[in-house]
DNA sequence: TTAGAATATCATATCCTCATGATGATGTCA
DNA sequence: TGACATCATCATGAGGATATGATATTCTAA
């Protein structure tokens, strides 16, 4: 259903709002946590921070933040960045014209299906997800780490 | 949603259930018709004939056969050879354990709609997705052309 | 028995995903 | 200023999905 990196961008970004107030998580320390290659991982953060999901921070006491609160980021903002969720193709077979024209009762069907699971990726949050860790839900942003100067939100090329 | 392999193939079988009333279909021609690569379309389908979805024939006069009537065909039997449709990690992020354990309500929801997807493949078949062409739903035997005799079911090696 | 029709299979080639190792760039702190 | 921590990037490669071309095999029909 998901590839591998839309897997890992996922599990890692829920593994930094977990850890979101011992303030930024580093790479090294989440590859470890989480078992993904340290490299391959460093590819998929920065694709996130690209993507405006997470803020990135160079030097001592750098490392991953969340961009915004978990509540406000659905999982397609995610996963989207890898894989393609959007049902690009309404009908089943690829067919160029076909689909509700005439009346076939299955396309009707699979439409219905494959919105449900566009619905889902855009309607589930990753605050949805949170296990019962040390923060749950959205975070105050009362008692964390400052975040350091530099950080980076979504920097553009 | 589908892998190139699969949308191929459920395309083929499509073309060999509206086209029954023709005989066996020959590879070649449905390359053509469909505009698949020739060789990869043969390897695809002799995958079909080994899966039981096909009886594949030989010789002058021969071709490809669907080895059921298309209503008796779910779509997963086609799809299932190619793609992992049965949702083998319940738990969206792969986690082992984790699940409905601590009641994750998204993942109930999650839960919930991959068994949507993995019913539409199991519950829709061929006869469902056949179009309003010359031979629909069920192919009752009568007026075809015979099936030559070395036909091959999903033989094993 | 032989020619030809058609599938079956083999040997490659290309591209993408996933992965690894090495190095560069940039920030903090003493 | 210099040491170090940390992210950013490059070069490379294994493996699978997709694709192509050539050849082998098997069957029918005359």
Request: aromatic share 6%; with cysteine.
């Amino acid at each position: 259903m998901l590839s591998q990196t839309a897997e890992y961008a996922l599990r890692t970004v829920l593994y930094i709002a977990g850890h979101a107030d011992e303030g930024p998580a580093r790479a090294e320390e989440m590859a470890a946590a989480l078992r993904i290659p340290r490299n391959y991982l460093s590819k998929t953060l920065h694709r996130l921070a690209h993507g405006g999901v997470l803020t990135s921070t160079r030097g001592r006491g750098g490392g991953f933040l969340l961009a915004r609160s978990p509540a406000d980021i659905p999982l397609l903002a995610v996963v989207g960045l890898f894989d393609q969720i959007e049902p690009r193709r309404q009908c089943l077979l690829g067919r160029p014209v076909c689909s509700d024209q005439h009346a076939c009762e299955a396309h009707v069907q699979w439409k219905d299906v494959s919105e449900r699971v566009a619905r889902f990726f855009s309607e589930t949050s990753v605050a949805d997800l949170m296990g019962p860790g040390p923060t749950r839900g959205k975070v105050p942003g009362g008692a964390r780490a400052p975040v350091p100067k530099g950080a980076t939100v979504a920097r553009r090329r």
